[in-house]
């Protein structure tokens, strides 16, 4: 799967799409986002040939720090072959030539949706997040007016009172993902909507972290070895989701998983959501219990 | 390796090959050209210029027949080619009281000088398909006037200027280069210049909506169509090194200047105000929609309660472009079961924990 098809690159465009003025605008808010860990930086975000939505924010990121020499790895869901991370990096290979790969310690670049590699990021590494919604307090207040001053003061207390109030009415804070964090003790930030199981890894990083939002025009980084800590109580302090269940192919018990409905009876199994993770664990030998009897032929004896 | 509800590479490149032979239809059908689209199909090909915010004739009708007549990817396919566009510099402002006309309405007076001018609309024309069309029937040649209209004719609220009855719009001699929407992000409060380039570019569909919403008086502001009209305009480019502005061509465009009342304050004798729309080629209802919302979006300035939708600069803002907005809503197309996944997690612990809270209640009950 590594052995990716030679690229055709597509020499009608700049290198990485990105005009040369555009990508010196997009680093200089990707500079200044750096210098203040946590903090949304408004940019001159451009119109991409891919839609809103499917990652144009993490594309402009990407297509601004990317060089010759770099190697990329798309994630979405944690798979490297869901369809938008296909065709990401299929626009990267076209745009750019760079070598792209799916194992996460080769890569220089990492760009994701929704999950963090379950392999560590080490330092010189880049995690590129694709972001819907830069504000962590959107659906507190829905005013971008009223947000900027709540950021300005640090006056978060809302987002307290919700996770307080969460508590009181369910016996638990019922945010799954997108999970709320501060960053560096100052900014209250959204992690994008990785799950809260990603959380914890985001702290003291040793890879830098960017993230774009290109419908909200929004550029906000952490740098390396940057506390980032999940909101929560003394008495309620903050936990990852826990499965009962260990991967059916890699039999991994300790990464995110993917819970797969087998037939129409309702049985499910669960999976690695890192491919290339599992994919790992399995050539070094580990094994789980397997897909149920059948499965595969369902799916058309696809292998 | 497991595979399900994953597509690979070869999944999207059939997808994309399916898509491109519905595209093309029945094939025993000639296919359409893009000149057939430019002439014939002219008003989508004005509205994809318009929100596609690039005059083009050539390319929006392209943009229509790729995107299989679909206005709004049509649209967004404009808009990615724009990008990619070098910016030379800015032109001089269009003097549309120097348009060639070839329609001009005011609702406001009976006869304005220079006249009434109908033109090309479908205002009168009674809804009734035309099955000659079926057969591809050629109209007859429209009779020509025999003394032709002036070559401009003035706008209609300048006469209500001569007596000061309307607010006069002219930029201060130190007003600063107005923003550029698609270079730099929206900001707030936002100025007028950059409301209109917004609007400008807005969706028509939501435009129309809003507008009408303050007709029915969620931020009614009395509009009258104090003029509408649509014509050639000529363009005109000062480049540094010549010191002179050169004409760089003619498009065609769609203005509204909707009059609107104003009540005056202590200070200050009542006035009309303005609201101000406009569109490439000929866009009315856009242009409509659009002046009428400019008008509501001024409450704040002009010293109106802010109580309606249309009158919310940053819920109108960041909700009318069609490009954003259809990405965010099909996005949620693209594959979510990691999250879903987070919420499955929690919210069988949550039921678990209630079930187990209720039994615990009817032992309790039982004892």
Known sequence: ????????????????????????????????????????????????????????????????????????????????????????????????????????????????????????????????????????????????????????????????????????RYGRIETAYDYPVMVNGRYLMRPSPI????????????????????????????????????????DHPFEIERWEHQCALCGSGDSFLDEIVVDDQGNHAFVCSDTDYCGQRRAEGHEGTGMPEGYLQRQGGRE | MYVAVKGGERAIANAHAWLAEERRGDAAVPELTVAQIREQQRLAVDRVMTEGSLYDPDLAALALKQARGDQVEAIFLLRAYRTTLTRFGATVPLETSRMTVRRRVSAIFKDVPGGQVLGPTFDYTHRLLDFTLAANGEPPAAPVAETPLADTLP?????????????????????????????????????RAMRLQNLARGDEGFLLALGYSTQRGYGRNHPFAGEIRFGEVTVEFEAPELGFAVELGDIELTECQMVNQFAGSKTEPPQFTRGYGTSFGHGERKAMGMALVDRALRAAELGEEVTSPAQDTEFVLYHSDNVEAQGFVQHLKLPHYVDFQSELTVIRAMRRAAAQTKEAALAEAAE
Not at chain 2, 160 to 189: G, H, K, Q, Y
């Open chain 1, 1 to 168: 799967m590594n052995a990716m098809t030679p690229p055709v690159v597509d020499d009608g465009y700049s290198f990485a799409f990105l005009d040369e003025q555009t990508k010196r605008m997009i680093r200089r808010a990707i500079l200044k986002a750096v210098a203040i860990p946590g903090h949304q930086i408004p940019f001159g975000s451009r119109e991409m040939p891919l839609s809103y939505g499917w990652g144009t924010g993490g594309i402009q990121v990407t297509a601004s720090v990317i060089g010759r020499g770099d190697t990329l790895k798309v994630i979405d869901q944690g798979a490297d072959d869901t369809t938008n991370a296909v065709s990401i990096r299929g626009f990267f290979r076209r745009m750019t030539g760079v070598a792209t790969t799916e194992r996460t310690e080769d890569a220089t670049i990492v760009q994701t949706r929704h999950r963090i590699p379950e392999t560590r990021l080490a330092e010189g590494q880049v995690i590129v997040y694709q972001v819907p919604i830069p504000e962590p307090l959107r659906w507190l207040e829905p005013r971008e007016t009223e947000t900027c001053k709540m950021h300005g003061l640090a006056e978060y207390g809302a987002m307290h009172v919700k996770l307080y109030e969460d508590i009181v």
């Open chain 1, 195 to 234: 799950p809260k199981f990603d959380n914890p890894k985001m702290d003291y990083m040793p890879a830098l972290q960017l993230f774009g939002a290109g419908r909200e025009k929004r550029i906000y980084a952490v740098p390396p070895y940057t506390s980032v800590k999940s909101l929560d109580f003394e």
């Open chain 2, 155 to 191: 706008g209609v609220i300048d006469v209500l200027n001569r007596e000061s009855l309307i607010e006069t719009e002219v930029a201060p001699s130190d007003a600063p280069t107005p923003p550029d929407l698609t270079r730099e992000p929206l900001r707030f409060p936002a100025p």
